[in-house]
């Protein structure tokens, strides 16, 4: 039994980008062995195919890595952006060399130019960054949660991180770095005006075409409390309470209803849901929230449910934009499946394929940039091709 739906997040263009596609971020780069490699963890001498390549590449790739840790970033957008203008200009956030001038200083070094002048590896630990007896002691306790039987262990942790005292503490230390960054102190009103009016234009819009596709209205639970037996999933949202116990919030609409349709055995069900899904966040801010819309059908001929719920879209997006200005582009996996078969591509070498292919994505078709990866991505393919 398995449902076919659309689902459909309700959010400004730059909160699109939280969950950036693999192909906006990557470009191609060839290391000694001739494989692609990540664009913007790959060393110049990587990607100018200097004969000769030693370990400070790698100084370079943790270089980006150090940077990641140190600096933040709200969206998937502002990423690719400061990064971008990491690699092509060296250039770093003025603000964030004001406030760490020393890890810019180290920054500028692993990720020089020329290898020679990037640190070694021991030399790096040597680094005052990072503190190597606290993290340490770190580990010493950590390693105790894990392999003592005493479960007092893990609640004495637990009060000490939600203590009155580190949490003051934890605040003053925000507030400070908010004044020292001339940001605003974050708003309790997350959308303006016009941007909650439009939000809920369309979802209203939404939530009147799903009624006339005969669908129920369902809300899921938007969290729920993990238990040992539970399998994490890695890219969920967690939070620990100040009992110890951990919650994950809703990471998409339509598990939870699938599960609500095992459990209570339904063979046919339309339902729709309209709300507010999270994402992890990069760093020390809050989770990202969402609103997502899901139209779900359960039962029946799956070309006329799938061709139902083409239709609903159709009909959302018809409301707001003139038809002749819509595609809709299908991704399935048994169409995916039915182009490798047709083309003749081994299974085994499938995944290899598509992953070269999403390389191109992020490119103009017409760039000079694609007509040069595309070289040596061809190159790539007809080795996968002939092996």
């Known amino acids: 039994m398995s449902p076919s739906s659309i689902s459909a997040k309700f959010l400004k263009l730059e909160q699109l980008d939280q969950d950036v596609d693999p192909a906006e971020t990557t470009g191609v780069s060839v290391d000694g062995t001739g494989q692609i490699g990540t664009y913007f963890y790959t060393a110049p001498e990587i990607e100018q195919r200097w004969p000769k390549i030693n370990e400070k590449a790698d100084m370079y790739s943790l270089g980006i890595v150090f940077f990641e840790l140190w600096h933040p970033f709200s969206t998937g957008m502002e990423r690719h952006i400061v990064l971008s203008d990491l690699k092509k200009k060296g250039e770093l956030p003025s603000d964030w060399v004001a406030e760490f001038p020393e890890q810019a200083a180290l920054l500028r070094r692993m990720m020089s130019s020329s290898p020679s002048d990037r640190p070694s590896a021991n030399e790096l630990l040597q680094h005052a960054f990072p503190p190597r007896m606290e993290s340490e002691l770190l ?9 003592s039987e005493d479960t007092s262990i893990y609640d004495k942790v637990v009060n000490a991180i939600f203590s009155e005292e580190i949490l003051s503490t934890k605040i003053q230390d925000n507030d400070t770095e908010t004044l020292k960054l001339g940001r605003n102190v974050t708003s309790s009103i997350q959308h303006t005006d016009l941007d909650t009016e439009i939000r809920d234009l369309v979802s209203e819009v939404s939530a009147a075409v799903f009624r006339l596709h005969c669908a129920k209205h369902l809300e899921t639970i938007p969290m729920r409390l993990l238990g040992d037996s539970v399998q994490f999933n890695r890219n969920n949202v967690k939070l620990l309470t100040n009992g110890g116990d951990m919650l994950e919030l809703c990471h998409e609409l339509r598990l939870p209803f699938i599960n609500w349709v095992v459990l209570n055995q339904k063979s046919t069900f339309k339902r729709f849901e309209i709300g507010y899904v999270y994402r992890r966040s990069i760093g020390h801010s809050p989770p990202n929230r969402y609103l997502q819309g899901d139209f779900d059908v359960i039962g029946g001929d799956s070309a006329i449910t799938e061709a139902e719920v083409i239709k609903a879209t159709m009909d959302i997006i018809t409301r707001f934009f003139h038809p002749e200005s819509c595609d809709i582009h299908l991704n399935h996996g048994d169409l995916l499946e039915a182009i490798w078969s047709w083309i ?20 103009r078709p017409q760039s000079t940039e694609r007509k040069t990866k595309w070289v040596v991505i061809r190159r790539q393919l007809r080795q996968v091709r002939f092996n």
């Not at 003749?344 to 490119?363: F, N, P, T, W, Y």
Request: aromatic share 0%.
């Open 344 to 363: 003749g591509i081994k299974a085994d070498h499938r995944q290899k394929v598509a992953e070269l292919l999403s390389l191109l994505g992020s490119l």
């Open 139 to 147: 580990d010493n306790i950590l390693r105790t949660m894990h392999n």
